[in-house]
Structures are given as C-alpha cells and as structure tokens.
C-alpha cells in the first residue's frame, strides 16, 4: 500500500446477514427508555440439578433453567410483557413468549437470529432443552422461525421498515414477527462477566459467566458458583421497584425455587399448571404490584 495515494481504511456496506439486528435495534428499540438492573445469583442449587439430571441422561443448560424461570415470574408481573403502541395505549400479552438469540453462519458470516420458545412456563425443561438444541444444529431453511428470519433481512430495506413500523401498532401483526415477551442473551461461554442489551421487547435479560466468588453466608467467608444476571427494562413501561421485584423473583426460581414446579413435572401432573401464580406467591415477601 502507498500511504501518499492509498487511504488508510477501507469502505463497505453492512453486511445483510446483520439487518435483522439491525432493524431491531434501530426500530423496535427506537424511542424506548432503557434501565438497567444486576443482580448476583448462587448458582449451586442449578449446578446440582445440572448434574442431577445428568445422570438421567438429560443434558440441560443454564438457559433452559433461565427460560422456564423467566416465564413463571412473568406471570406474576404482567407489566413486564407489555407493549407501547404507536398511539400511546399499551397493550399487554397474555401468552409467554421466550425469546434469546442465536448466532447462526450465513456461508462464512456469523449472523445473529432470533429463537422462540412458546409457553417455557408450562413445559418441562427437557421439552425447552430440545427446542433449544433444534435452533442449534437445525439447517436454517428447514426451521420455520429461522427461515422466516433469513427471508426477511433479504427483502428490500423499504419493505422492512414498513412491515416493522406497522408492527408496532397492530398487535396481532407484532405477534407474527416479534411474539417474545422477554428477550435472553447470553455471552458467559465467552466468559463475559455481564451484559446489557438494547430493549428489543420490554424487558431483555443478559447472562454472565458462572464463576467461583467468595460470598459471606451465616458470617463465614464461602466460595460459590455465582451468574450475573442482567434485566433491561423500558422504563417507560415498568418503574424501577417492578422491575427489581420482577428480578429478584427470577433470582429466587434460579436459586432453589423452581424446584417445586420440577417435582410435578416428574410425576405428569398437569394440574400444576394452573397453581403455577398461586404457589409462587409464597416465595415472595412482598406483594406483586407491577
């Protein structure tokens, strides 16, 4: 390179495999008011089940736990699934919705897509862990979420913006192309100690690397597994003290609480479903008000 007739950089155009991203940020999350909470979680009580249902022969992830836990403290705190509409009104979804991302090659481009996992409240965490394992190894074309994703980033910029733009104020069209009503990221494998995310949908967790901390437990100093855990939130939609409530109930299922919804998942009883609010209620110390 001639440093007197080359210029120092190159220029290029955004890659298309990155507009799906892209419009979320730059659309959906146009306008919202992001908040930002952490909070720490002992992750001993989800290692032991880990390796409990390991030796079963279930492989189960952390994001699988997350998913399931997420999803019964969304019930109990409905204003962390609502939506702002183009005309001022919020409209607030009923059906749970995961969402998380995955990164996924478009030929040789890394492409982030992302996955949803309908009612991760009712279903067990083998069922979700399979989901999940499907957004993995499945060929793009042949998942309908992801093939739907690929068919859109390669329509025309215009058409996007319009289908979006529509999108957030008709409800039922929001929920054929944005049906989360929370979002999950996770770069822990990457040992990335904490993440905030854009608010993509009102409320957004990021997770951290699992990792040995001191911590001090009835006055003696003990090494355990700790996980950040990140909510991003619109605060136009949910006021800190929700959001924190919303928060620790999650922190509370990841920590031991989730359990009880385990124990009737093993013996196929499907009247725990209905319980489900009822029986959280008494893992917390206060009323829910969000």
């Known amino acids: 390179m001639n440093k007197f007739t080359d210029p120092p950089y190159t220029i290029s155009s955004l890659d298309r495999c990155r507009w799906n991203v892209l419009d979320s940020i730059t659309i959906v999350a146009r306008g919202t008011v992001p908040t930002q909470l952490y909070c720490e979680i002992d992750m001993a009580w989800a290692e032991g089940l880990k390796a409990k249902l390991s030796e079963r022969g279930s492989k189960i992830t952390v994001t699988a736990m997350l998913l399931k836990s997420i999803a019964i403290a969304q019930r109990r705190h409905p204003a962390s699934r609502t939506a702002l509409l183009g005309s001022g009104r919020v409209v607030t979804f009923e059906h749970i919705v995961a969402g998380f991302t995955v990164e996924r090659f478009c030929g040789e481009i890394p492409a982030v897509f992302f996955g949803t996992v309908d009612s991760p409240d009712t279903k067990p965490l083998t069922v979700i862990m399979k989901e999940l394992v499907q957004y993995r190894d499945s060929d793009i074309d042949d998942n309908l979420q992801l093939g739907s994703q690929k068919r859109f980033m390669e329509m025309p910029w215009i058409c996007r913006q319009a289908i979006l733009w529509l999108a957030l104020r008709i409800p039922k069209l929001r929920l054929r192309f944005m049906p989360a009503t929370f979002g999950l990221t996770s770069l822990g494998k990457y040992g990335v100690s904490a993440i905030a995310g854009p608010c993509v949908s009102t409320s957004v967790f990021g997770v951290g690397v699992v990792q040995d901390k001191p911590v001090v437990q009835s006055g003696k100093i003990e090494i355990r597994p700790m996980m950040t855990l990140s909510l991003s939130f619109d605060h ?22 989730l359990e009880q919804y385990l124990e009737k998942e093993e013996l196929n009883d499907d009247s725990w479903v209905q319980s489900v609010s009822n029986e959280f209620e008494t893992m917390c110390l206060e009323p829910c008000n969000s």
């Open 236 to 257: 136009r939609l949910i006021d800190g003290a929700a959001a924190a409530r919303f928060l620790r109930d999650v922190r509370i299922l990841m920590e031991g609480g």
